[in-house]
């Protein structure tokens, strides 16, 4: 019944941005973080990010993307820059004890 509420995906062009957000309910989250899905792919983790803001990110984003939390309002955020066409998926919030995925937010890349 409770899930998180994802938005910000859209359309955009190779090399530029995207600001994905986030907001869940159930108290400050020990982790919270972002999946996403290619058509046709597993869902894979893409970043974390810690109570303490500690972040670790996958290889494939690494110096492009930024995972960021605001606690007091339960959100999480995914900064995403230079993005490239394979980046194209559905983004999913994730957080620990989460009981259900959201219905995600569809980013494209493409000229």
């Known amino acids: 019944q409770v899930q998180p509420q994802e938005s910000g995906g859209g359309l955009a062009q190779p090399g530029g941005s995207l600001k994905l957000s986030c907001v869940a309910s159930g108290g400050i989250f020990k982790s919270m973080g972002w999946y996403r899905q290619a058509p046709g792919l597993e869902r894979e983790l893409v970043a974390t990010?810690?109570?303490?803001?500690?972040?670790n990110y996958a290889d494939f984003v690494k110096g492009r993307f930024t995972i960021s939390r605001d606690n007091a309002r339960n959100a999480v955020y995914l900064q995403m820059n230079s993005l490239k066409p394979e980046d194209t998926a559905v983004y999913y919030c994730?957080?620990?004890?989460?009981?259900?995925w959201g219905k995600g937010t569809p980013v494209t890349v493409s000229s």
């Open positions: 990010i810690t109570d303490t803001s500690v972040t």
């Open positions: 994730w957080h620990t004890g989460m009981g259900y």
